[in-house]
DNA sequence: ACTATATTTCGTCAGATGACGAAATGAAAA
DNA sequence: TTTTCATTTCGTCATCTGACGAAATATAGT
């Protein structure tokens, strides 16, 4: 029970079911996932980790920067509940939306993207579409 | 987005998890989920309808008792989670707890529970494996 | 029609959750 | 070793959630 309700917990949020959407196919960094959310880091940082602690990704450091993506090691439990995200949300308008922006993200390398974040520091907080 | 969000909202609760297993091999009216689960009917109620609200349950009227049981017409999406769940919480301790308490509520008639459940008011509030 | 009663709705409260900015951390670069 | 800086942790706040009991609703049997 407390696995099953630790992924569901996990599940139970947009902008979490959006990061497992972002990293299924392509692992991202933290600034990456940031940029396409819109939220602040450290908001980010604490939806990563509470899907880390589900087991529903993993992530490595490298350089300066940590990569999430799905775990390779996956309980039969997890891997039938990002089945069913995936599923679930392959069509979804939202999350088409974050594929033109993630493509157009994670085509620049977490060093541009961040210099490119900091230039943009005080733009109006509202504009979420704001174009990279 | 909607409806995943929806179910998985629904999902992220155990009392709503054990009513999901509860209801999945037999219908079972209110009064006997109240009495499984342990908490006051307006809670419970309060679940169903999320429940339903996702499309997880379904309910309908017989005499002067209202039968939950999981929907005969289920999405894609709906299908695959209840799935899912059972797949996952088939082996839970919790579960098969509530399978033994079940089983014997439900052997009972909704008339006779309510009857019993009258006598025990004011029994200890903390008495949650109480017999029946 | 009246009464009894199973379930839902309402009002309220305590605790959980998600958001942010500021400060801490810790790894790489200088 | 010191500085830089990507990410996490901490502290705070507003909102959401789940709990309960009381009141409302609606149905069955008299």
């Known amino acids: 029970m407390k696995e099953t309700l630790a992924i569901t917990k996990a599940l139970a949020d947009e ?10 196919d392509n692992e991202a960094c933290v600034c990456q996932i940031v940029e396409v959310l819109g939220n602040a ?15 529903l990704v993993d992530c490595y450091k490298q350089g300066r920067w940590i990569y999430y993506h799905l775990p390779q090691e996956r309980s039969k439990a997890v891997s ?24 157009c993200v994670c085509e620049q390398e977490p060093e541009e993207l961040i210099k490119i974040q900091r230039d943009h520091k005080g733009d109006n907080e509202n504009e979420k579409t704001r174009n990279i």
Chains 1, 2 share one sequence.
């Not at 088409?96 to 493509?103: A, P, T, Y």
Request: no cysteine; hydrophobic share 45%; aromatic share 4%.
């Open 15 to 24: 902008n979490r079911l959006r990061i497992i959407m972002m990293v299924k």
């Open 41 to 55: 880091s450290s908001t980010v940082s604490k939806h990563l980790s509470i899907l880390k602690y589900a087991g």
């Open 80 to 103: 039938a509940a990002i089945r069913w995200v995936v599923e679930s949300l392959e069509d979804s308008i939202v999350i088409q939306k974050d594929r033109v922006k993630s493509r």
